[in-house]
Each structure stands twice: as structure tokens, then as C-alpha cells.
């Protein structure tokens, strides 16, 4: 049996974690941070993109939309001064 106190820590712990995934969900509009960062940060232009690759490739899990954006745009040379 876990004594009270580390009962309480673990609780207060997790609900911690849970509330910054929340909090930086919220903060990135739900993308994930990379993505923005390729993107310069236009979470606009990233929720277009995403919206383009779910059109071409219907059926697929978001996090794979995400990845595909990213490779796209590294792909494409996002992030490095040329455009």
C-alpha cells in the first residue's frame, strides 16, 4: 500500500503533465511544435497543407498528415532561407 503522501504526489504529478499537453495544444492551434517551426510558425498556412495531404490521402491518421506536411516541407528546403 502507497503511503498518502506519495498517493498524493503521483496525483498531483500527472495532473500537472495533463494540463501542460493541454496547455501546449492550445498553444501550437493542436499542430505539433516541429511542424510550426517548418512552417515559420503561420499555423494557417500548416492547417492548409494538412487540409491538402487529407484530400490526396484519405483513411490516413492525423500524426501521419503531420509527418507527411514535414517531410514535404523539409523536402522542399522550409526553414532553411530559401522559399
Not at 10 to 15: I, N, T
Amino acid at each position: 500500500m502507497m503511503h498518502p503522501i506519495t498517493l498524493l504526489f503521483l496525483l498531483v504529478v500527472c495532473g500537472f503533465v495533463l494540463y501542460w499537453m493541454k496547455q501546449d495544444k492550445r498553444t501550437t492551434g493542436g499542430f505539433p511544435r516541429a511542424l510550426l517551426r517548418a512552417a515559420k510558425g503561420d499555423k494557417q498556412l500548416v492547417a492548409r497543407l494538412v487540409e491538402g495531404v487529407r484530400m490526396r490521402h484519405p483513411g490516413k491518421s492525423e500524426q501521419w498528415y503531420y509527418e507527411k506536411v514535414l517531410y514535404d516541407l523539409e523536402r522542399d528546403g522550409a526553414g532553411r532561407g530559401r522559399l
